[in-house]
């Protein structure tokens, strides 16, 4: 049982590429979420998923897109790399929104340049 | 909405005294409320979560927390500090099933001092 998974671990983009940073969980769980973690600020929702095929926007979604065709994998995209998105990302999971714990991925650190 | 404060971005103690972290939340609802633990260049670890049974929450390495509805307070405590408790703490704000929204604090970070 591996938890939560993320690749990669570390990752630099020049502004305007575009890549993807990869979740997956081997718990079964029906919620997942991505956060990003800047200095000073905590953690921020990006988007989140409380199952297969559905997918809503977080507190700061502009700049990312996501899609959850398989319980297991919920991949974040970056369309086109700004500096603005130089962060720590985390990809979480629980059994189900709202009041379970959540259980995070070893974090993907992302530099913009 | 939901809400949660974190009082102090920074917080110092020596080896072996006590540990106050402190959180205030704001919600509409009966809240589930965590604390996690993020060492350096680590993931976050659930340290502790309230969710309307007990009111004092007991956790991992020695930590506990009280729930105050009056307060609308959460603050995390240990009775003696340890240098491996050297880390980021996040107070956390969750309503109940049916709802998305995890609100994090923005963060406590915790020096324990030899």
């Known amino acids: 049982n591996a938890g939560v998974t993320q690749t990669p671990k570390f990752q630099v983009l020049k502004t305007g590429q575009s890549m993807t940073l990869q979740c997956a969980q081997d718990?079964?769980?029906?919620?997942m979420s991505w956060y990003r973690q800047d200095p000073g600020m905590g953690l921020r929702l990006i988007h989140y998923s409380v199952g297969a095929g559905i997918t809503d926007q977080g507190e700061v979604p502009n700049g990312y897109n996501v899609s959850r065709s398989t319980t297991e994998d919920f991949p974040l995209r970056l369309l086109s790399a700004a500096p603005s998105q130089t962060s720590v990302y985390f990809c979480?999971?629980?059994?189900?929104?709202?009041?379970?714990?959540?259980?995070f991925g070893p974090g993907t650190r992302l530099l913009v340049l | 909405a939901q809400s949660v404060t974190q009082l102090d971005s920074h917080v110092s103690v020596s080896e072996g005294t006590p540990v106050l972290l402190r959180c205030n939340y704001s919600?509409?609802?009966?809240?589930?409320l965590f604390w996690y633990v993020q060492h350096p260049n680590k993931g976050l670890q659930l340290l502790l979560k309230?969710?309307?049974?007990?009111?004092l929450v007991k956790g991992i390495n020695g930590f506990e927390a009280e729930f105050k509805k009056s307060e609308t307070s959460f603050h995390l405590t240990k009775p003696s500090a340890h240098m491996s408790d050297a880390a980021e703490y996040f107070c956390v704000v969750s309503e109940p099933s049916g709802t998305y929204k995890y609100i994090f604090g923005t963060g406590t970070r915790l020096k324990v001092l030899a």
């Open positions: 919600s509409s609802y009966s809240p589930s």
């Open positions: 309230y969710t309307s049974a007990a009111t």
């Open positions: 718990m079964n769980h029906e919620y």
């Open positions: 979480a999971s629980s059994p189900q929104s709202g009041g379970e714990t959540q259980y």
